[in-house]
DNA sequence: TATTGTTATACTCTATAACTATA
DNA sequence: TATAGTTATAGAGTATAACAATA
C-alpha cells in the first residue's frame, strides 16, 4: 500500500491546472473589468450585505487588505461599488455596489456560470455540482483566516437580485 | 430560476481559497525543495518515464519552458536529478531522477499526502476521494496544453517505487 | 522553416513596513 | 495598545523576445 508518485496523483498538480484554466477562462469572460476576475468577486461578496468592509471582503477573497485600496480605487473610479463610512465604525468602509455594479455583476455572473459549465465539460452534470459543492465547503472550511469569512456561506441565501 | 450572485457560488473563489491553502501547506512540507512545492511537481513527472523532456515537464505542469531551466538547474545542482540527452532527438533533454532524488521524492510524497489529508479534513473520506478524482479528470481534460501531455493519466500506473 | 533549450529583460503580483485616523 | 485603511518599496513569480543547436 505504498504511493503512486505520479504527478497526476498529486492534489496540487490538479489543482494548479483546474485553478489557472480557470482563471484564463474567465479572464477572457470579465475582459475590460478592473482587476479582472478579482473584481468580479469583490463585486460578489459586497453584494450579499454580510460581508461588505474592506478588511472582511480581502479576508473572504484570501488576498491581503493592501490590495483592496487598489482594486476598489479601479472600481470606484469604473462607477461600479461606493466606498460609505461605517456608521458603527469610523475607521471602517462600507463598499456598496451601485445600480451599475448590480447590473454588472448580473451580466457577469451569467457568463461566468456559461463559461465554468464549458469549463468543467469533461465531467457528467450531477460530477459537475459535487465538485462544485465540495470546493465550497472546502472553501469555507479550509480558510486559514479564521471562521469569521466564512460564516455568510452555512446557507444559500435567498437573496436574488436579478 | 436565477443566480445566487454570492462570492461562496463562484467556482472560482472557492479553487482559489483551496488552491492557495494548499500552497501554503505544501510550501511547509517541501521545505528546502529547490523549487517549492513546484520542485516536487517536477520530481513526480520525471518519475514515471513517459513525460521526461523539458518541454513534456513543462506542458504537464502548466508553466513555460523558460522557467524549467531555472528549476532544474537548482534541482540539478541540489544532485536531485540528471539531464541526459534525448537518444531520439538530440535537441531535447530527459530528465531522470538520481538515487537521491528518488529518495528525496519518496519522502516527500509521503508527507505531502498527510498534509494533504490534513486539508482536505472538513471531507468525509469518500468525499476526499470524490474530489481528488475530479479534480484529477478534469486536470488531464481541461488542459489547455492539449492532450498530449495527458495521455499519462488514463491509468493508475501500476509502477511503485516505494 | 519549426522546435528544444537557454538567456536576458520587463512586467505583474504579492508581501512588508510605515503612516493616519479611529477604537 | 490595537485595528481599518492608505501608501511606498522590495521581492517573487511570470511572460516575452532573442539566440544557438537541431530537426
Redesign the pocket.
Known amino acids: 500500500m505504498t504511493t503512486p508518485q505520479r504527478v497526476d496523483a498529486d492534489l496540487g498538480w490538479a489543482l494548479g491546472r483546474v485553478t489557472?484554466a480557470h482563471l484564463r477562462t474567465a479572464q477572457e469572460v470579465v475582459s475590460g473589468l478592473p482587476g479582472?476576475p478579482?473584481g468580479y468577486q469583490v463585486l460578489a461578496a459586497a453584494n450579499d450585505g454580510e460581508v461588505s468592509?474592506?478588511?472582511?471582503?480581502?479576508r473572504m477573497l484570501g488576498?491581503?487588505?493592501?490590495?483592496?485600496?487598489?482594486l476598489?480605487?479601479e472600481l470606484e473610479g469604473a462607477g461600479l461599488v461606493e466606498?460609505r463610512p461605517?456608521p458603527?465604525?469610523?475607521?471602517?468602509?462600507?463598499?456598496v455596489l451601485t445600480a451599475a455594479g448590480r447590473e454588472r455583476l448580473c451580466d457577469l455572473d451569467r457568463r461566468l456560470r456559461e463559461a465554468e459549465e464549458r469549463l468543467l465539460a469533461p465531467l457528467e452534470p450531477t460530477e459537475r455540482d459535487t465538485l462544485r459543492e465540495l470546493l465550497r465547503r472546502l472553501a469555507t472550511g479550509a480558510g486559514q483566516d479564521g471562521a469569521s469569512a466564512c460564516q455568510v456561506a452555512e446557507e444559500i441565501a435567498a437573496t436574488d437580485g436579478c
Open positions: 489557472r479582472g478579482r468592509t474592506q478588511l472582511a471582503i480581502a488576498v491581503d487588505r493592501t490590495v483592496m485600496t487598489y476598489l480605487d466606498r461605517d458603527a465604525d469610523r475607521r471602517a468602509r462600507r463598499i
